[in-house]
């Protein structure tokens, strides 16, 4: 299960600009492109730095520090599209930007579409 979590207000993110949001336990960077709004994990899988902060054009942002390259609209990286960052639905209700959370995290391995019965005969 998923819900809806404010993170900023709109005007708070300049149209063709990012920025990074603590939502839950993770930071996730939301980018505004030609009046719609995208959110992919903030966290660049290279060495950690903050993709909200990149350089945005062309619904690619620019990681900050070596440049690896990723889609604002489905976390694909451009330059190795096998790989991907995670993504997320974002919606605007009024004057909120939100952004589609899990209610929690899964624990390692739980996939919801696995019966108990399953998970315990994997187990054994
Ligand atoms: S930390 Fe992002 S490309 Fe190196």
């Keep these: 299960m998923r819900h809806f979590q404010t993170v900023a207000k709109v005007g708070d993110i300049d149209d063709g600009a990012g920025a990074a949001f603590k939502v839950g336990d993770k930071m996730i960077a939301i ?30 942002v620019t990681c900050p520090w070596h440049a690896w390259r990723f889609s604002v609209s489905d976390g694909t990286w451009v330059d190795n599209p096998k790989l991907k960052v ?16 899990p209610d929690e995290e899964a624990p390692p391995g739980y996939s919801p579409s696995e019966s108990a ?6 187990d054994e």
Excluded: K, N, W
């Excluded at 992919?40 to 903050?50: L, R, T």
């Design 86 to 101: 995670g993504c997320y639905d974002v919606r605007v209700t009024g004057d909120d930007i939100q952004v589609a959370v």
């Design 31 to 60: 980018f505004h492109v030609d009046g719609e709004y995208y959110a992919i994990d903030d966290f660049c899988p290279h060495m950690g730095a903050s993709l909200g902060s990149g350089h945005l054009e062309e619904g690619t």
């Design 117 to 122: 019965a399953d998970i315990e005969s994997r």
